[in-house]
C-alpha cells in the first residue's frame, strides 16, 4: 500500500503565477482534504472532496480551487500567487469522515 | 467555531522521562487522531481515539468526551520522539478536521 502520495514535493514560483498541486489517496480511500501549514502553525483546512464534488471549504479565497477525479485523486490550483501563499500544502485521505492519513506534503515557496 | 487547544506548547524532557500533552476541544466532537509531526513535515498517525483509551507500545492515548479533553502519554521518551504533536478533531456537522497548534517536544540525550 503506498499510502497518501503528494507531488511535487517542492516548488518554487513567482509571485502572480498559478500552481497546481496533485495527490493520490491511500488505496481504498474515496475522500481527499487539502490543508494549509504555514510555519510554525497547525494545519488550516482548505476544503474536502467526496464524489468528485467539493463537501466543504475553509476560508480561503477563491484563488483556491480543486477537483476529484474518478480515481479519487485530486489537484489544488492556487491562482494569482501571494507571497503569503507560501507554505507547506498538505493532502489527506480517509474512507467517507474516518481516519485521516496524510501525504508527506508540497513545501511551496513564492517569491 | 469549534475551538482545539493544546498544551503545554513546548516541552523539554532528557531521555528516559515521561511526559503527558493535553488537548482540549469546545464542542462535542465526532472524532479525534493523534499526530506527530516529523522535520520533514510528514505528520504520522499515533491515536485514532474518538473515545476511550489506547496504547500502542510506549504511547498510549485517552479521550474523554463527556469533559472534553484528550491525553497523550508517552514514556521512557527518546530523542526520535521530537518533534511536534499534534491534536485534530472534527464532528458531525462539518466535514473538516481542525487542528490544535501543536506541542513542540524536545528530547535532550
Known amino acids: 500500500d503506498a499510502g497518501v502520495t503528494q507531488s511535487p514535493t517542492h516548488l518554487i514560483k513567482t509571485r502572480g503565477q498559478q500552481v497546481t498541486l496533485r495527490c493520490s489517496p491511500k488505496s481504498g480511500h474515496d475522500t481527499v482534504s487539502w490543508y494549509q501549514q504555514a510555519l510554525g502553525q497547525g494545519p488550516q483546512f482548505i476544503f474536502q472532496?467526496?464524489?468528485?464534488?467539493?463537501?466543504q471549504r475553509g476560508n480561503f479565497p477563491d484563488r483556491f480551487s480543486g477537483h476529484q477525479f474518478p480515481n479519487y485523486s485530486s489537484e489544488l490550483n492556487v491562482n494569482a500567487l501571494l507571497l503569503g501563499d507560501s507554505a507547506l500544502y498538505l493532502c489527506?485521505?480517509?474512507?467517507?469522515?474516518?481516519?485521516?492519513?496524510f501525504g508527506q506534503g508540497t513545501r511551496l515557496t513564492v517569491v | 467555531g469549534i475551538q482545539v487547544e493544546q498544551s503545554p506548547p513546548d516541552l523539554i524532557l532528557q531521555e528516559g522521562a515521561n511526559s503527558t500533552l493535553r488537548c482540549n476541544f469546545s464542542?462535542?466532537?465526532?472524532?479525534l487522531q493523534w499526530f506527530h509531526q516529523n522535520p520533514w513535515g510528514q505528520l504520522i498517525n499515533l491515536f485514532y481515539i474518538p473515545s476511550g483509551t489506547k496504547q500502542n507500545g510506549r504511547l498510549s492515548a485517552t479521550t474523554v468526551t463527556t469533559e472534553r479533553y484528550s491525553l497523550l502519554y508517552i514514556s521512557s521518551s527518546q530523542t526520535t520522539d521530537s518533534g511536534v504533536y499534534f491534536c485534530?478533531?472534527?464532528?458531525?456537522?462539518?466535514?473538516?478536521?481542525?487542528f490544535g497548534s501543536g506541542t513542540r517536544l524536545s528530547i535532550r540525550p
Open positions: 485534530a478533531v472534527w464532528y458531525s456537522s462539518a466535514s473538516k478536521i481542525i
Open positions: 489527506a485521505s480517509s474512507r467517507s469522515n474516518t481516519e485521516a492519513f
Open positions: 464542542d462535542s466532537v465526532n472524532n
Open positions: 472532496y467526496y464524489e468528485e464534488e467539493e463537501r
